[in-house]
């Protein structure tokens, strides 16, 4: 499968699939630029501190920089939003610079263009910038938009009908998915409500493609008393989704099969060293990880209700968190003088390597560019994707986290 993270060869993005060509070929090839970005990553990750701090400063309200959890601390500092994929698509929708710099991966830059201000006579619409166009999402990858149609195809011809299914979209996905979603009367889902969307779902339709975490899907279902047996994974790469037509027919929640690379790496066996070790440890994880993980945890929630379990605990407390370790590292050092422990549910370390491509060399560039008129690495959503994208993120952002 092609990656949808482009990369940048003779001054033009590769290894697109085609929806992606389309969306941001015009705008991502970077001949306008003042500074080469080779002349930067030959230079010590410190040497960027002060060309941040003074290309932010000249650029001041104009420019807003949005900067994910699982971001690394040299870049993530310079945020002035920090959050997790729900809370950075509020402000992004919120924000009115007319730069939005994001320091996170492609899908979450995409969703930034789609929410973002429209070109009107009166003033140019925002530019969304992401500093290193690799930073993509693995999980988005295993969703493409071919493959989804062919099963929603599937689906129909084993009987399904489309007033009693609706497809959602975790936000991990790409914008033509969620597209394809908006389309069709769904809408996209975080973890933070992905239950809710859940709801708001099965009040319009009696069955839900969930798209393209198995592993949210799996377990906000589980939460929700539906049954395993109610629950099948459509694996794209077999025929017919290597499901039987009389299961799709029986089930509530059709699972796309994908994954996210760092939360899936969390097993049960992982929970049972930590309960042995530290019996009076609190083990709370991600709903991206397993099931089965889940089911031996304390907790479970969002990136945002990690942190506010581990905020809103006693001081003493102690948890082990099955989520990206660079998240986990920094709780670590927060609340240490409050005398809580927080270790990595898996102390070989989750690293979000996608996420991690960014860097203060490539902020410092895109920063210096933007400095000097110039606007390196945009992305840009196709016009007639970016309408029905858009309706399924306001359906998002209407209903509760």
Known sequence: MLSTSPSIENGLPVGLKAEHTLNVLEEVVPQAETCSLEN?????????????????????ASTVLLGHHYQRDEVIRFADFTGDSYKLSQ?????????????????MAESADVLGRPDTAERPGQRVILPDLNA????????????????????????????????????????AIKAFCGERGGLVCTSSNARTAF????????????????HLGRNTGWAMGIPMQEMVVYDPWQIGGGVSPERLRAAKVILWKGHCSVHQRFLPEHVDKVRA????????????????????????????????????????????????????????????????????????????????RISPQHLAWALENLVEGHVVNRIQVRDDVKHWARVALDRMLEIPA
């Open 40 to 60: 930067y990553l030959v230079l010590p990750d410190h040497t960027m501190d002060d060309r941040i701090a003074a290309a932010r400063e000249k650029l001041g």
């Open 91 to 107: 402000a992004a929708a919120a924000s009115e610079a007319d730069y939005i710099l994001f320091c996170g991966v492609h899908f």
């Open 136 to 175: 993509g999402c693995s999980m988005a990858d295993m969703a493409e938009i071919g493959q989804v149609e062919d099963c929603w195809e599937t689906l129909l011809g084993a009987g399904l009908k489309e007033s009693e299914l609706l497809p959602l979209t975790y936000m991990n996905s790409t914008a």
């Open 199 to 214: 709801e708001w779902a099965f009040a319009r339709a009696e069955k839900i493609l969930f798209l393209p975490d198995q």
């Open 277 to 356: 070790k530290y019996p009076e440890m609190q083990v709370i994880v991600h709903p991206e990880c397993r099931w089965e993980v889940c089911r031996k945890a304390d907790a479970m929630g969002s990136t945002e209700r990690l942190i506010r379990l581990v905020a809103d605990a006693p001081e003493g407390s102690s948890f082990a968190i099955g989520t990206e370790i660079h998240l986990v590292n920094r709780l670590a050092r927060e609340f240490a003088p409050k005398g809580k422990k927080i270790i990595t549910l898996d102390d070989t370390g989750c690293l979000c390597t996608t996420m991690y």
